[in-house]
């Protein structure tokens, strides 16, 4: 799970995917609010009219940048799903999946939890994407337990899924990906077929 890199106007890319690149990179190393169109235009060497045309405003180029990142996400943990036979093996995906996030370059925490403390207006279309995101990492974590034979999934899966976004959380803080090691072991004490180490 790779740090996005700067796109350049010669790499070919349409002048949507620039923008789009280029406003990913910088609402993660500087933060949505503290990025202007005039910035993102400009690094990604288009006029501000030809971004308004893609995107409409600010806001729905934040919400193309989520969409897009959710996208990213679920497709780079589906390659940690591939090889996985067990309920064990796939619950070890998960918190590989968030693991090597961490570990991309430039890590700078979730992404989506930072926007979520900057996107202020509760109609603001990121917040749907962000809820959606996290709702499914929660719902593939129900499915684990369910698969497990866990006595209360839903519960289990909420366990589960606050060990995650913690260490997350904690891993960030810390710059250590020990936090999610820690909380992997504590995961893997909740299966029932797996003890306790």
Known sequence: MAAAQQPKAESGLS???RILATASMLFYERGIRATGVNTIA??????KVTLYAHFGSKDGLVAAHLRARNQRWWSEF?????ECVTTEERLKAMFDAYQAWTLAGGFRGCG????????TAPDHPGHAIISD?????????EAFATEAGCLRPADVAEEWFLLLEGAMVTASLRHSTAP??????AALRLLPTVPPE
């Not at 989506?112 to 996107?119: D, Q, R, Y």
């Not at 995101?133 to 974590?141: I, Q």
């Open 112 to 119: 989506f939890v930072n926007a979520s403390t900057e996107l």
């Open 15 to 17: 002048a949507a995917d």
């Open 42 to 47: 400009e690094r990604a060497a288009v006029t």
């Open 180 to 185: 999610l090691d820690h909380a992997r072991q």
């Open 78 to 82: 589906g390659e940690f799903l591939a």
């Open 133 to 141: 995101h996290k709702e499914g990492v929660r719902r593939y974590l």
